[in-house]
C-alpha cells in the first residue's frame, strides 16, 4: 500500500512537469502581451518595449521556460506581473472561498443525490422513479448561470433571504460563511446532483438483483437494513469514482458560480489572469489544478479500499 | 445528553454570529468599479482604472474645475515672470503624506519629472522645461526654454496620466518600473494588506489631509472624505453588480450598460446618473493597405452615420450625442468646421475614385467593451457599400496585442479598431489621443501628416484662448482631409447609485470625496 501511494506520488512529477510545460508554450502561443495591457491604451511602442523588458519578455522562450523551472524547484511560482504580488500569496487569498464553495456543494450534491437516488431504485418503473429522473435530466440540462440567477432572483432578490452575492471569510464567522455559500452552493451542485442520483440509482439497482441481497432479505431482514448495510456499501465504488470525477468539474464549474456570486476564488483568478495574459499566475494555477486533480484520483483510489476488502494495493 | 448537546450548538452558533459582527461600526461607502485595479503607478499607465485610484490617494498642483478652468489645488499661490518663463509656485501650509511626512518641494520636483518621462504632455513639458529646481521646501522654480503656453493645462491635466505628487523616494523609482508604495497625500489612503487583486480594494480616510476650503468644483477645490472606508468590490458580472445594487449590497455600480436603466426605473432607492463622456473612435490602420489610400478613410468619414452607431449602444437620447467633430462637444474647442454630413452615394463615389479593388478589410472588435456595438454597425455599413469585410471577433487582450502590429493582413496585420477614450483626453488637439498625427508615434494605426502636427506646436505656443480656438479650427478642417479617425458619437456612461447617497460628484471621472451615507 505504502509503496502504492510512494508510486502514484513520484508519478505526479512527470505529470506535472508535462502540464507545466504545455501551459508554459500555450500561453506564449496565445495571442496578447502582458507588456502592452499594463502600458495601457496611449503607450508608444518604447514604452511597451521597456515594459517587456522589465517582465523579462523579451529574453528567448527557452531562457525564460529555464528561469521559470529554476524558481519552481525552488518552491517559488513567480510573482504576477501585474500586481506585483507572489503567485503563492495570490493563490492563498482565493484557496478559501473555492474550497469552501465545493465543500458546500459536494455536501449539497451528496445530500441531494444520494436519497433521491436510492428512492428511485427503490422504486423503479414507479412514478417516484420518473419523478427522480425528470430531475435528475432538468438539473443535468440546466446551464449553471440560469439556475443561479433564478435562486438569486427567488431567494435573494424576491424573499431577502441570503445576500446576491459576495464571500464572507470563515474568519468572520461559520455562519455568515455558510449564508453566503447557500445560493452558489445549490447552483453548483443542481448539475452535480443530477449525475450523483443518476449513478447512485444505476449502482444501487444492480446491486439489489445481486445474490447476497437476495439472501438477506430471505434471512429475514429488514428492507431498509438491507438497503443500508448491504446494498449501498456494494454500490459506492461507482459513486464515489464519480465524486472524484465530480471535483474536477467543480473546478470548471465553480469558474460560473464565483462570477455570478461574485465569490473571490480560484476560478475568478483563473479567468482573469487569462484575460490579462498574467502569465506566471496562470501557470500556478494550472499547475494547482493539475495536482489537486492528481491528489483526487488518488485519494479515490484508495479509498475503493474501504469499500472493497478485496482490493489490494 | 441530549439536551446538552442541543444547548451547546446554540451556544456555538450564537459565538459564531458575534464573531461575524464588525468590530466597529464605520460608514463603508461601497463602490463596484467599472473594472479592476491592476497596477499602483499613475504614471506608467494611461488605464483609467489606475487614474482613479490616484485620484483617491494623491493629490496635484493643479485641478480642472467645472468649466474645465485649471485651478490650484497642493498650489497655495503661483506667479509668471513678465516674459512668461519663469513661474514659481508656493505649496499650501499643512500638506502632509499618508506616511505623516510634509510634501515638500523635493517632492514636487522628483513626482513632475517622473511624470515628464512617461506622460505625453509631460514629456513637452520637459523638453520645453530649462530647470525645475526646490527654491525652498515649499517654493517650487519652473524656468522655460521658451514661451510655452501648457505649462498649467500639464500640469492640472485631468485624465491619464495624472501629474500626481508622490514623495521624493517612491518618485525615485525609475519611470520603467511600477511603483509598489501607494503613498500618496489625497484624501484616501489604500489599505494594501486588504487589497486582493481582481477582488477588492479598499481605502480608508486619511486623517492627514488637509482640504482646500473651496467647495467642490469639478475635480477642483475642497475633497472632503465623508465617509471612512470606500470599497472597490470587484464584479465582473453587470447583471451580479445591478441584483447587489437592489438588494442594496453596494452603494454605487458604474458604467451600468445602458439596457439595464429601464430595470430600475420604477425603483425609488436607485438613481442613474451620468458618470462619463465617451468619444466612440473608429481607427484605420493607415500604415497597410487599404487604409493607407486617403480617399477610402473619407469614404469611410462620410459613410458613418453616428446616430445610427451609437443608438446601436444606447438608445436614449440624453445619453448620447451626434457629434460633427474630432473634439467633444461640450468643450471649448469644439467646432463643426469642415464637417461632411453622412452620405452614402458620396460615400461610395469615393470608394470608387480610390481604386479599392476588393482588398480585405479586417476588422478587429473586442466583444466586451462598449464600442462592440458601434463596430458591428460601421462593419455592415461597410459592406453595404460594397467592401469587403472580415470581421474579427476577440477579447480586449487579443485586440491591444494585434493593434500594436503593423504586418500586413496577411501576416496577422489589421484594418480597423474601435475604442472610446474619455472626454478629458479628446477637448484639446494636444493631448487628443487620435487625431495625432506624428507618424511612428502617433496612436495605433500611425496616422502621419505634417501640417497637423505643425498646428498641434502652434497650439502650445499661443497663450490665449481665442488664438487656441482658431488653430484648433484649422486641424479639424485639415483632419477632415486626413481623416485620422472617424468618431462614431459621443455617449455617456451612466452609474447607478442608492438614492439615499447625498453630495456624489459627476466631474467626468469616477471620484469619491464630498459623498456621504448614513452610518
Known amino acids: 500500500m505504502i509503496s502504492y501511494v510512494l508510486r502514484r506520488l513520484a508519478a505526479t512529477v512527470p505529470v506535472l512537469g508535462f502540464v507545466g510545460l504545455f501551459v508554459f508554450f500555450l500561453l506564449r502561443l496565445t495571442p496578447g502581451d502582458p507588456a502592452i495591457l499594463i502600458a495601457g491604451d496611449q503607450a508608444t511602442t518604447a514604452q511597451i518595449a521597456s515594459i ?68 428511485s431504485a427503490l422504486k423503479a418503473g414507479s412514478r417516484t422513479d420518473r419523478a427522480v429522473m425528470a430531475f435528475a435530466m432538468v438539473g ?14 427567488v431567494f435573494a432578490l424576491s424573499l431577502g433571504w441570503f445576500p446576491t452575492q459576495g464571500y464572507v471569510p470563515v474568519s468572520q464567522g461559520l455562519l455568515p460563511c455558510l449564508n453566503s455559500l447557500i445560493l452558489p452552493g445549490l447552483a453548483l451542485a443542481m448539475l452535480y446532483a443530477a449525475l450523483l442520483a443518476r449513478v447512485t440509482r444505476a449502482s444501487l439497482l444492480e446491486v439489489l ?32 469514482t464519480v465524486v472524484g470525477v465530480g471535483i474536477a468539474a467543480l473546478l470548471g464549474g465553480v469558474v460560473v458560480t464565483e462570477t455570478v456570486f461574485n465569490i473571490p476564488g480560484l476560478g475568478r483568478l483563473t479567468t482573469d489572469a487569462i484575460l490579462r495574459r498574467d502569465y506566471p499566475v496562470v501557470q500556478g494555477l494550472i499547475l494547482l489544478f493539475s495536482l489537486v486533480y492528481v491528489t483526487v484520483n488518488l485519494l479515490v483510489d484508495l479509498s475503493y479500499v474501504l469499500f472493497d476488502p478485496r482490493i489490494r494495493y | 445528553m441530549r439536551k446538552l448537546t442541543r444547548r451547546m450548538a446554540l451556544a456555538a452558533g450564537f459565538a459564531l454570529s458575534l464573531a461575524a459582527l464588525p468590530a466597529a461600526a464605520q460608514t463603508v461607502l461601497k463602490v463596484r468599479p467599472f473594472g479592476d485595479l491592476r497596477t499602483l503607478d499613475p504614471m506608467t499607465t494611461s488605464d483609467y482604472m489606475v487614474r482613479n485610484h490616484a485620484y483617491m490617494v494623491y493629490d496635484t498642483l493643479f485641478a480642472q474645475d467645472a468649466k474645465g478652468l485649471i485651478k490650484p489645488q497642493m498650489v497655495e499661490s503661483f506667479t509668471t515672470s513678465p516674459d512668461g518663463l519663469t513661474w514659481t509656485f508656493v505649496l499650501r501650509d499643512g500638506l502632509k503624506f499618508h506616511d505623516n511626512t510634509p510634501v515638500t518641494s523635493t517632492d514636487v520636483v522628483a513626482s513632475v519629472k517622473r511624470w515628464g518621462e512617461r506622460d505625453g504632455l509631460g514629456q513637452q513639458l520637459a523638453a520645453h522645461t530649462a530647470s525645475l529646481t526646490a527654491t525652498d521646501p515649499k517654493t517650487v522654480t519652473l524656468v522655460l526654454k521658451d514661451r510655452w503656453g501648457l505649462v498649467l493645462d500639464a500640469l492640472g491635466k485631468p485624465s491619464s496620466m495624472l501629474p500626481v505628487i508622490m514623495p521624493a523616494r517612491i518618485a525615485a523609482t525609475p519611470s520603467n518600473q511600477n511603483i509598489t508604495d501607494a503613498t500618496g497625500s489625497g484624501p484616501f489612503m489604500l489599505v494594501k494588506e486588504q487589497w486582493s487583486p ?79 463622456a465617451l468619444q466612440g473612435v473608429f481607427r484605420m490602420n493607415q500604415s497597410q493597405p487599404p487604409f493607407n489610400n486617403l480617399k477610402l478613410r ?19 437620447k440624453a445619453l448620447y450625442t451626434v457629434c460633427p467633430s474630432f473634439y467633444m462637444c461640450d468643450s471649448p474647442y469644439f467646432t463643426d468646421a469642415a464637417w461632411p454630413k453622412a452620405d452614402v452615394a458620396a460615400a461610395k463615389k469615393l470608394i470608387a475614385e480610390s481604386g479599392y479593388k476588393g482588398e480585405k478589410i479586417v476588422v478587429l472588435d473586442a466583444t466586451e467593451t462598449a464600442l462592440s456595438p458601434q463596430t458591428l454597425v460601421v462593419s455592415q455599413l461597410m459592406r453595404d457599400a460594397g467592401l469587403n469585410v472580415d470581421y474579427q471577433a476577440m477579447d480586449w487582450g487579443t485586440l491591444s496585442s494585434r493593434r500594436t502590429s503593423k504586418n500586413p493582413i496577411e501576416q496577422g496585420g489589421w484594418s480597423t479598431f474601435a475604442s472610446g477614450p474619455a472626454a478629458p483626453d479628446m ?93
Open chain 2, 298 to 316: 473619407q469614404a469611410i468619414l462620410r459613410l458613418v452615420d453616428q446616430e445610427q452607431a451609437v443608438r446601436a449602444y444606447v438608445d436614449d
Open chain 2, 198 to 276: 481582481g477582488s477588492k480594494i479598499v481605502y480608508a480616510k486619511a486623517p492627514t489631509y488637509q482640504p482646500r476650503k473651496e467647495a467642490p468644483d469639478g475635480l477642483a477645490g475642497g475633497k472632503l472624505a465623508n465617509v471612512d472606508r470606500v470599497e472597490w468590490l470587484i464584479m465582473p458580472d453587470a447583471q451580479t453588480a445591478l441584483n447587489a445594487l437592489q438588494a442594496g449590497e453596494i452603494d454605487i455600480f458604474e458604467e451600468m450598460p445602458p439596457d439595464m436603466i429601464s430595470l430600475v426605473k420604477g425603483n425609488s432607492k436607485i438613481t442613474v446618473s451620468k458618470l462619463s
Open chain 1, 140 to 153: 443535468f440540462s440546466s446551464p449553471v448561470f440560469v439556475v443561479a440567477f433564478l435562486l438569486v432572483y
Open chain 1, 52 to 119: 517587456r523588458a522589465q517582465l523579462g519578455l523579451d529574453r528567448p522562450l527557452v531562457e525564460q521556460l529555464v528561469a521559470w523551472a529554476g524558481q519552481l524547484a525552488q518552491g517559488d511560482l513567480g510573482r504576477s506581473v501585474f500586481s506585483d504580488m507572489e503567485v503563492t500569496r495570490l493563490i492563498g487569498m482565493r484557496i478559501e472561498p473555492t474550497a469552501m464553495l465545493a465543500l458546500v456543494a459536494i455536501l449539497m450534491a451528496l445530500a441531494i443525490a444520494l436519497p433521491l437516488g436510492t428512492l
Open chain 2, 427 to 519: 477637448t484639446e488637439p494636444v493631448g487628443h489621443l487620435a487625431l495625432r498625427s506624428n507618424c511612428e508615434n502617433s496612436w495605433f494605426g500611425w496616422p502621419c501628416d505634417e501640417a497637423i502636427e505643425k498646428l498641434r506646436a502652434e497650439f502650445t505656443m499661443t497663450p490665449d484662448l481665442e488664438g487656441r480656438k482658431a488653430i484648433a479650427r484649422k486641424i479639424q478642417e485639415r483632419a477632415v482631409e486626413t481623416v485620422p479617425y472617424v468618431p462614431v458619437g459621443q455617449f455617456w456612461l451612466v452609474r447607478g447609485q442608492q438614492a439615499s447617497l447625498n453630495g456624489l460628484l459627476s466631474p467626468g471621472v469616477p471620484v469619491y470625496w464630498n459623498v456621504s451615507k448614513n452610518r
Open chain 1, 209 to 240: 438483483s445481486e445474490d447476497y441481497v437476495r439472501t438477506a432479505h430471505a434471512k429475514g431482514m429488514k428492507p431498509g437494513r438491507v438497503v443500508l448495510r448491504h446494498a449501498l456499501k456494494n454500490c459506492a465504488i461507482p459513486v464515489v
